[in-house]
């Protein structure tokens, strides 16, 4: 059974930093494409970030570049989003996901973890 689970969510004051973890189990996430998404309080879900499995080459929303950086560790099966430099609009609940793919109107995905909480307010 595919199982994503994200952690190190929570509050953070703006201009803090948090780093999420991606876990997986049930298959190994070097051979996927993983996928970091966000959504806020009544706004639509968003990528973020997607990190291929083929050369582990990134790509970013603009609205986080130059501030998040997507990783991966294969030996512990985990993918990390750093986050830096957090704003009160990066607060929303954030979601790995495998098999992220680009499509026209944005990021999408196949499968999914139950998401962390990321609030950033003073």
């Known amino acids: 059974q595919v199982q994503l689970v994200e952690s190190g969510g929570g509050l953070v004051q703006p201009g803090g930093s948090l780093r999420l973890s991606c876990a997986a189990s049930g298959f190994t996430l070097d051979a996927y494409a993983i996928g970091w998404f966000r959504q806020a309080p009544g706004k639509e879900r968003e990528g973020v970030s997607c990190?291929?499995?083929?050369?582990?080459?990134?790509d970013y929303a603009d609205s986080v570049k130059g501030r998040f950086t997507i990783s991966r560790d294969n030996t512990k099966n985990t993918v990390y989003l750093q986050m830096y430099s957090l704003k009160a609009e990066d607060t929303a609940v954030y979601y790995c996901?495998?098999?992220?793919?680009?499509?026209?109107?944005?990021?999408?995905?196949?499968?999914w973890g139950q998401g962390t909480q990321v609030t950033v307010s003073s």
């Open positions: 996901a495998a098999n992220c793919y680009l499509m026209p109107t944005g990021w999408g995905a196949t499968d």
């Open positions: 990190i291929s499995s083929s050369d582990s080459s990134t």
